[in-house]
């Protein structure tokens, strides 16, 4: 299945998911960081790590989504989604990204971009 388990990911996000539907997160989490990181040099320890953050990430971008405020009175709660697109877009990501030593998930989005120097602006 994954590297982590569902009481693993509960362990660092609180969520109401029970566990078999945390599982089918795991499943993803673990495809992305298998076919993102797997032939990196990363080790074991760090994938599995990643893993379950990842797993918090897909969860909180879904269906736990994570409250930054709530008040009680007109009953207002604002969501923590505005920090950015993609693993930036939540805590759980950003972690994602701290963890990966290799650089390739802070890549993630961005568009690659190749340069060329003219050497000279004459048309000989």
């Known amino acids: 299945m994954g590297r982590v388990t569902a009481t693993e990911v509960k362990g660092i996000i609180t969520t109401t998911l029970e566990d078999t539907a945390v599982d089918v997160y795991i499943v993803s989490a673990n495809v992305y960081v298998t076919a993102r990181l797997g032939s990196?040099?990363?080790?074991?320890?760090?994938?599995?790590?990643?893993?379950?953050?990842?797993?918090?990430?897909?969860?909180?971008?879904t269906k736990t989504r994570q409250e930054i405020e709530a008040k009680a009175g007109?009953?207002?709660?604002?969501?923590?989604?505005?920090?950015?697109?993609?693993?930036?877009?939540?805590?759980?990501?950003?972690?994602?990204?701290?963890?990966?030593?290799?650089g390739l998930l802070a890549q993630e989005g961005k568009k690659k971009i190749s340069m060329q120097v003219l050497t000279s602006l004459d048309d000989d």
């Open 74 to 102: 007109s009953a207002e709660i604002k969501y923590s989604d505005t920090y950015a697109m993609g693993l930036n877009s939540t805590n759980f990501g950003q972690m994602c990204i701290s963890l990966d030593t290799t």
């Open 40 to 61: 990196s040099s990363l080790i074991d320890a760090v994938l599995k790590e990643i893993e379950r953050w990842m797993t918090a990430h897909m969860i909180a971008s």
